[in-house]
């Protein structure tokens, strides 16, 4: 079993009853499919609000680097504080003393003493409880949650949980002041039938995009004169996550097919919105293997619902690749787990083949009856997803099976 990686602590007043709508989200969200797909201890979600000792006392502590359990429990690598700051919460710390106001101090006291290991994301409720409060001393130091541009057509769950993902995906990154960057990739001449659709997809993704804090890459606007686009487009596609505007030339573009290579070799998450019209004459097998969003096209245009959630999942999907990394790091700590390969999403021939290409001299090493074991996040290939990549390892020059699990399929084996 590794060590947690992230503790998520969800902290309210009692007398605030909107705290437990949020925590209902953050619980539903970080506990849901996409993150259950790592190992045991990647994400847990902890709520924080009746009294510990009595109706009158704060929650049970949170624990931090500097106050770790006392029942001897391996501290997290990551611990997330979300404070839900309303007007109870505020009454309770404003006289600087009692339970409530040493509880949020420490809570403040635990990020400043470990900034690289506690990250705190306040959200609140009412301006009124932070403006000239005893609260608003303690946490306005802190940039919230859901504080930042607002689309109006997106829930304000799906705001929070974002800005939450973003934020916790660059504290664990060792990138908690920056962005995260969404490389559009996109068709640039498409057909005559298809020209306006595009160009409005286009739109519609930047325009939902700066709603949010997430940057963006857009080829057309962010190449400087001069560069060599070739080589910028090579070095953000390598080093953001791609969204894959997917119309019905996409697939046969050459520098559409060059940015997915890139990312995909990179380890670097993609998402593909599917936004065919008349359809694709022949598809691509570097498009396989890739969280897929359907965009519907209705009289008003492109439905922003789809492409927000296409947006979202992204996200998520970045948090889940560092998350991963962080739990390869860790596993150093097990002597008998023994992966030649953490892969951040599911091996397919196009990985595969770069990976192989990139260790040859280890490939050769294990002839002979050795073990090359692939560990990648669920849900697990099928018989004959696998049977295709045992077929490429023994072209690259392997005489033996490659052995890939998921968290799921190893633990059914004891692992």
């Not at 039938?193 to 160009?199: H, L, P, S, T």
């Not at 969280?291 to 959630?309: F, L, M």
Request: aromatic share 6%; with cysteine.
């Amino acid at each position: 079993m590794l060590p947690p990686v992230l503790e998520i602590y969800v902290v309210w007043h009692p007398g605030d009853r909107a705290g437990a709508a949020v925590a209902d989200e953050v619980v539903r969200h970080f506990h849901g499919s996409l993150f259950t797909g790592l190992l045991d201890g990647a994400v847990e979600v902890y709520v924080r609000s009746a009294g510990w000792c009595g109706p009158d006392d704060a929650p049970r502590p949170i624990p931090m680097p500097h106050a770790p359990p006392a029942n001897g429990l391996e501290q997290a690598q990551l611990t997330v504080v979300v404070p839900v700051l309303g007007y109870e919460l505020a009454a309770a710390v404003e006289s600087g003393q009692g339970a409530w106001h040493r509880y949020v101090t420490q809570i403040g006291t635990g990020q400043r003493l470990s900034p690289d290991r506690v990250a705190v994301f306040p959200l609140v409720l009412q301006r009124g409880a932070v403006e000239g409060t005893e609260l608003g001393r303690l946490l306005n130091r802190f940039h919230g949650l859901d504080r930042g541009p607002r689309d109006v057509g997106e829930t304000v769950a799906e705001r929070r949980c974002r800005d939450l993902a973003q934020g916790i995906a660059q504290f664990a990154g060792g990138a908690p002041t920056g962005r995260l960057t969404v490389f559009i990739s996109h068709t640039q001449q498409p057909g005559n039938q298809e020209q306006a659709a595009v160009r409005e997809l286009i739109a519609r993704v930047r325009s939902i995009i700066g709603h949010t804090r997430l940057n963006d890459f857009f080829s057309t606007n962010d190449l400087q004169v001069g560069t060599d686009w070739g080589d910028a487009l090579r070095a953000n596609a390598a080093a953001s996550a791609l969204l894959a505007l997917r119309t019905d030339r996409y697939a046969s573009r050459a520098w559409c097919q060059w940015e997915v290579l890139l990312a995909k070799r990179a380890g670097m998450p993609v998402v593909i919105l599917d936004a065919l019209h008349q359809g694709e004459e022949r598809g691509s097998f570097l498009l396989g293997n890739a969280p897929c969003v359907p965009v519907r096209h209705r009289a008003g245009g492109w439905v922003e619902a789809d492409i927000r959630r296409g947006v979202n999942l992204l996200v998520d999907e970045c948090l889940k690749r560092t998350l991963w990394g962080r739990q390869r790091e860790l596993a150093g700590r097990l002597p008998g787990l023994d992966v030649t390969w953490w892969a951040p999403h599911a091996p397919e021939p196009v990985t595969l083949a770069a990976w192989l290409a990139e260790r040859h001299p280890a490939g050769a090493a294990v002839r002979g009856g050795g073990r090359i074991r692939i560990l990648h996040p669920d849900p697990p290939l099928g018989p004959a997803e696998r049977q295709v990549l045992d077929q490429v390892a023994q072209v690259g020059g392997l005489d033996t099976p490659l052995d890939i699990l998921t968290p799921r399929t190893l633990a059914a084996r004891g692992g």
